[in-house]
């Protein structure tokens, strides 16, 4: 069965410093892979997405970028940090089949103090 | 990208139907409807999708017109456990896949 990973679970960070959240997917490959912010508790925001390695589609222009090394491995990144980037961060894969369902995980917690 | 309104929030009673409108006026001959709920602090779960006509599941059915502008999630019998929000999309082939504000369903005892 597929599995979706993310980590860490919660995250708070000084205005100005680095991020790195990791999303790995098992059971599939060459998936399409997700990357999307939620604030406030409502609104979910595709930031970037990916339908193979090296191959990221940004969508909203921000301080924040997206790298996928391997198949299954989707890493959000960010040299400095803002206010506004607090949120819950969720990564999601996407089965295309009978149904194009997508799957997310656990997400992350970032509040950026 | 069709765009999807749906109203903001939803009030319901334990043991009543309770029925989602969706609008997507511009949708494509390609696209296919989709919804999910969501929990706070988890990610979305998909509960249905469909391309035409009527669709259900264990967990609800989904009413799609003729002209597919608009889409219809009904819950038989609602818990307060389905207190949650529902989102709608319209997507193609698992590409792009754009979530609205969704709808906030409540349901008191």
């Known amino acids: 069965s597929q599995t979706i990973h993310q980590w860490p679970a919660t995250l708070v960070q000084p205005v100005g410093s680095p991020l790195s959240l990791e999303c790995t997917v098992e059971g599939t ?11 406030a508790g409502r609104g979910l925001q595709l ?17 924040l970028s997206a790298s996928r090394p391997q198949d299954r491995q989707f890493i959000l990144s960010s040299k400095k940090l803002l206010l506004s980037d607090s949120g819950f961060y969720l990564c999601a894969w996407i089965s295309l089949g009978l149904y194009n369902e997508q799957f997310f995980g656990p997400g992350t917690r970032l509040t950026v103090l | 990208l069709a765009k999807t309104t749906q109203p903001i929030s939803m009030d319901s009673y334990e043991g009543q139907e309770v029925n989602i409108t969706c609008s997507h006026n511009n949708i494509a001959t390609n696209d296919y409807i989709t919804w999910y709920q969501q929990f706070p602090s988890q990610g979305p779960r998909f509960i249905i ?15 799609i ?7 219809t999630l009904s ?8 207190t949650a929000v529902y989102y709608c999309l319209v997507e193609n082939q ?15 005892p």
């Open chain 1, 47 to 63: 930031l970037f997405y990916s339908v193979g390695i090296g191959q990221i589609s940004s969508e909203v222009p921000q301080n």
């Open chain 2, 75 to 82: 819950l038989p019998r609602v818990s307060l456990s389905d």
């Open chain 2, 49 to 63: 999708q469909g391309y035409k006509t009527k669709v259900t599941n264990e967990v609800a059915s989904l009413f």
């Open chain 2, 94 to 108: 698992g590409g792009k896949l754009i979530f609205g504000q969704g709808t906030e369903l409540s349901v008191k």
């Open chain 1, 29 to 39: 490959s060459n998936p399409n892979l997700y990357w999307y912010r939620q604030a």
């Open chain 2, 65 to 71: 017109p003729a002209d597919r502008k608009s889409s």
